[in-house]
């Protein structure tokens, strides 16, 4: 770092990129709320300078998230530019244009640096852990990739205690050098939503009577074709009043999930996919209207519908494979994804027993006080001030 009193603010440079990518992904949703905990954790302590640095041509769209002490740093190139830049293995070392700092790259890989440390977060490893449920040409550059950059980081951050142990286990890394930075439920969206509110979001969406509700993209790591399959299972005087709705953002490799909904249908079952129909807006209402919110998916590095489902008040069923036991606690009806009569039992105690989803509910108020965005800020701020020698 540069010369200065002990009590200058430690400068910190951010990979914007995730927050001004044509497609909002997953990893920009952590890295809005994680930098708007920072951004007011900097207004109280005023001991971190942090530039977000954005493609040209972007600055507009980072200054919408309205930072009001991260102030935005412009790359010289666009984000196209980069990408090929990036794929290629041709980006310079960024700090000898944009300057000497400790760098944050919130998206799994990092850029060359001359002459500053940084940190690296890697949100799961389902190239490594499972790459037959992953696209295989993005899984090989991931591997390559994601490998490079964590073990040439100063730190590494996981968002779960199994995730952190995962990355030592497969980059070899020495424990010290992977720090947990976690998630958690933005509550000023994800609240119980009124009665109205429901009603309208279900009559918008074509949802009738009772459901349950299965959030995430149409793909073989989110089980839903198992599931599926399972509620077809569920005696008939349970089955017969519920919709299973599953939303998500896009599809991959979706075959196998829409012929099972497509027999379940055949079969006379309810099964609707909402796939790319559910606006961001409507989320909170759709898990406060059902009966329980279903994740059995075979991976995770973290998983953040059982805890949005939790923050509206909604029961949850979740696979008891990778982190989805830590990360929901007592307060989830756990299952093994591979059996689909056990899927199956547990969608019918939940849809059954009034006391259990009472029990699960109240347990999911109490779990997710474990997931706060100021506690996330708190230890990555941690993490620059020790590679800044603080």
Same mark, same amino acid.
């Given at each position: 770092?540069?010369?200065?009193?002990?009590?200058?603010?430690?400068?910190?440079?951010?990979?914007?990129?995730?927050?001004?990518?044509?497609?909002?992904?997953?990893?920009?949703?952590?890295?809005?709320?994680?930098?708007?905990?920072?951004?007011?954790?900097?207004?109280?302590?005023?001991?971190?300078?942090?530039? /977000?640095?954005?493609?040209?041509?972007?600055?507009?769209?980072?200054?919408?998230?309205?930072?009001?002490?991260?102030?935005?740093?412009?790359?010289?190139?666009?984000?196209?530019?980069?990408?090929?830049?990036?794929?290629?293995?041709?980006?310079?070392?960024?700090?000898?244009?944009?300057?000497?700092?400790?760098?944050?790259?919130?998206?799994?890989?990092?850029?060359?640096?001359?002459?500053?440390?940084?940190?690296?977060?890697?949100?799961?490893?389902?190239?490594?852990?499972?790459?037959?449920?992953?696209?295989?040409?993005?899984?090989?550059? /991931?591997?390559?990739?994601?490998?490079?950059?964590?073990?040439?980081?100063?730190?590494?951050?996981?968002?779960?205690?199994?995730?952190?142990?995962?990355?030592?286990?497969?980059?070899?890394?020495?424990?010290?050098?992977?720090?947990?930075?976690?998630?958690?439920?933005?509550?000023?969206?994800?609240?119980?939503?009124?009665?109205?509110?429901?009603?309208?979001?279900?009559?918008?969406?074509?949802?009738?009577?009772?459901?349950?509700?299965?959030?995430?993209?149409?793909?073989?790591?989110?089980?839903?074709?198992?599931?599926?399959?399972?509620?077809?299972?569920?005696?008939?005087?349970?089955?017969?009043?519920?919709?299973?709705?599953?939303?998500?953002?896009?599809?991959?490799?979706?075959?196998?999930?829409?012929?099972?909904?497509?027999?379940?249908?055949?079969?006379?079952?309810?099964?609707?996919?909402?796939?790319?129909?559910?606006?961001?807006?409507?989320?909170?209402? /759709?898990?406060?209207?059902?009966?329980?919110?279903?994740?059995?998916?075979?991976?995770?590095?973290?998983?953040?519908?059982?805890?949005?489902?939790?923050?509206?008040?909604?029961?949850?069923?979740?696979?008891?494979?990778?982190?989805?036991?830590?990360?929901?606690?007592?307060?989830?009806?756990?299952?093994?994804?591979?059996?689909?009569?056990?899927?199956?039992?547990?969608?019918?105690?939940?849809?059954?027993?009034?006391?259990?989803?009472?029990?699960?509910?109240?347990?999911?108020?109490?779990?997710?006080?474990?997931?706060?965005?100021?506690?996330?800020?708190?230890?990555?701020?941690?993490?620059?001030?020790?590679?800044?020698?603080?």
């Amino acid at each position: 770092m540069t010369a200065g009193a002990a009590s200058d603010p430690v400068r910190l440079v951010i990979d914007g990129k995730p927050l001004v990518a044509p497609h909002f992904s997953g990893v920009g949703n952590y890295t809005q709320h994680l930098l708007q905990a920072l951004d007011a954790r900097i207004g109280e302590r005023g001991d971190i300078d942090a530039r /977000l640095a954005v493609p040209f041509g972007t600055a507009s769209i980072a200054r919408s998230y309205g930072f009001s002490r991260i102030r935005t740093l412009r790359m010289p190139a666009t984000f196209a530019q980069f990408q090929r830049l990036q794929q290629a293995g041709r980006v310079p070392p960024m700090d000898l244009i944009l300057g000497r700092a400790v760098y944050f790259f919130p998206d799994f890989s990092r850029w060359p640096l001359a002459r500053s440390r940084c940190i690296t977060a890697v949100h799961d490893l389902c190239f490594e852990a499972v790459p037959d449920m992953v696209d295989e040409a993005n899984g090989a550059y /991931l591997r390559t990739a994601v490998r490079e950059s964590a073990t040439t980081s100063d730190l590494v951050t996981a968002l779960t205690h199994g995730m952190q142990e995962e990355i030592v286990k497969f980059y070899g890394l020495d424990e010290a050098r992977v720090r947990v930075v976690s998630c958690a439920a933005d509550e000023k969206r994800f609240y119980r939503r009124s009665d109205g509110e429901i009603a309208r979001v279900k009559h918008q969406l074509g949802i009738f009577g009772d459901y349950l509700v299965a959030v995430g993209n149409l793909e073989p790591r989110k089980n839903q074709a198992a599931l599926i399959r399972a509620f077809t299972r569920v005696d008939p005087t349970v089955s017969d009043r519920l919709t299973l709705v599953i939303a998500g953002a896009g599809a991959w490799r979706d075959a196998e999930t829409r012929e099972a909904a497509d027999a379940a249908i055949a079969a006379g079952h309810k099964v609707r996919l909402l796939i790319g129909e559910v606006v961001a807006r409507d989320l909170p209402a /759709l898990y406060s209207g059902a009966t329980a919110s279903v994740y059995v998916s075979w991976y995770e590095g973290f998983g953040m519908p059982p805890v949005e489902s939790m923050a509206t008040g909604t029961p949850v069923i979740a696979g008891n494979r990778s982190v989805l036991p830590e990360v929901t606690g007592d307060a989830a009806l756990l299952v093994d994804p591979g059996d689909e009569a056990a899927i199956a039992d547990a969608l019918q105690r939940i849809c059954t027993d009034a006391a259990l989803r009472a029990d699960l509910t109240a347990r999911g108020y109490e779990n997710i006080t474990r997931y706060r965005w100021e506690t996330a800020a708190d230890a990555l701020a941690e993490c620059v001030h020790e590679l800044a020698g603080r």
